[in-house]
């Protein structure tokens, strides 16, 4: 049955796919290009976009986005901004894009967007199943995300990312040895649910 159940997700995953593990919208611009700028806060409105508001009084308007999945002929939008998070540096934002995109009744989150405010939205996409958690690391520079299939998945996978480049730097399965300090960071933060064995 879960075998069952997991190549159907798999496949279903597929078609929402986006071909990109950090695909880069290339006509953004700098969100904000003055070299003192932080991000202050930050909020969802009433309308379900995302305020980013500068500490120079600035502000910049997010709104859901269109286009980056589909359902068959039907293009899907954004269903909402999950998990926003500020890095300590003020330069990066990030949050989880949530979508109609796993067959069943509500969202799930396919991707995790990032924004910096010098350059540009980002965005990282596991190859299968969706994004669970994450979090900064190192002020910033480095991305942890824990993902797998939104059911009969009891561990799934941590993956760390370089923010700069969006390459990924490594990769821990609950299946291995030990864990790096890393994935014990969001496991202890968010209480992710994996079972870690003492680090050596």
């Known amino acids: 049955m879960k075998i069952k159940f997991f190549v159907l997700f798999t496949l279903s995953l597929f078609l929402f796919f986006v071909d990109s593990n950090w695909a880069t919208e290339a006509d953004k611009k700098p969100i904000n290009s003055n070299k003192d700028s932080r991000i202050h806060r930050f909020l969802v409105g009433d309308e379900g976009n995302l305020h980013i508001y500068f500490n120079n009084g600035k502000d910049y308007l997010i709104s859901k986005e269109r286009g980056r999945y589909s359902s068959g002929e039907d293009v899907l939008i954004q269903e ?14 990030g949050w989880l894009a949530s979508y109609m995109v796993c067959a069943q009744s509500y969202p799930c989150t396919p991707e995790l967007a990032i924004i910096d405010i010098k350059k540009d939205i980002k ?26 299939f939104p059911h009969g998945d009891a561990n799934g996978v941590f993956s760390l990312y370089d923010t700069g480049s969006g390459d990924k730097q490594a990769e821990y399965s609950s299946f291995q040895n030990s864990a790096p300090i890393w994935v014990k960071n969001l496991a ?10 003492p680090a050596e």
């Open 188 to 197: 202890n933060k968010y209480n992710s649910p994996t079972s870690l064995s």
């Open 80 to 93: 909402g901004f999950e998990n926003i998070q500020l890095a300590d540096d003020g330069y990066h934002l």
């Open 123 to 148: 965005y990282i996409v596991p190859p299968n199943g969706v994004i669970w958690d994450w979090m900064f690391i190192n002020g910033g520079k480095q991305i942890v995300i824990h993902h797998g």
